[in-house]
């Protein structure tokens, strides 16, 4: 082997992104409460009323998992009754990008 030949070794998925993208896409939900986001929706007892079939435990748990990812933000108001509303991150708007890629390549698969 010469001095310019080159070794390549092994490229791995990048697992972190590739577990998000996993879990949100395994989640049922998550689609769905991007839409109501976008909608201007982003209370939680409004989002179980808006859609049917969504209960609050697992919308919480979906809410729950996108603010550990970092693509929701959650934002508690100090008031009697409780006020929560969730909103985007800034990494979430790339991440949310990347998701209508990856729409926009499954419509090109199915000729759309």
Same mark, same amino acid.
């Given at each position: %082997?010469?001095? !310019?030949?080159?070794?390549? $070794?092994? *490229?791995?998925?990048? +697992?972190?992104?590739? @577990?998000? =993208? /996993? ?23 409004? %989002?179980?009323? !808006?859609?049917?079939?969504? $209960?609050? *435990?697992?919308?919480? +748990?979906?809410?729950? @998992?996108? =603010? /550990? ?44």
């Amino acid at each position: %082997m010469t001095s !310019q030949e080159k070794k390549f $070794s092994r *490229k791995l998925a990048p +697992q972190s992104s590739a @577990r998000m =993208v /996993e879990t949100i896409y395994g989640c049922k939900w998550s689609l769905t409460v991007y839409q109501l986001l976008h909608a201007g929706i982003n209370r939680p007892g409004e %989002m179980v009323r !808006q859609v049917e079939g969504l $209960s609050t *435990k697992v919308l919480n +748990q979906c809410l729950k @998992r996108n =603010v /550990e990812f970092g693509i929701l933000d959650k934002q508690v108001f100090n008031e009697l009754p409780p006020r929560v509303e969730y909103q985007v991150t800034p990494f979430g708007e790339k991440f949310l990008a990347i998701l209508e890629q990856l729409e926009a390549l499954q419509m090109e698969i199915d000729g759309e």
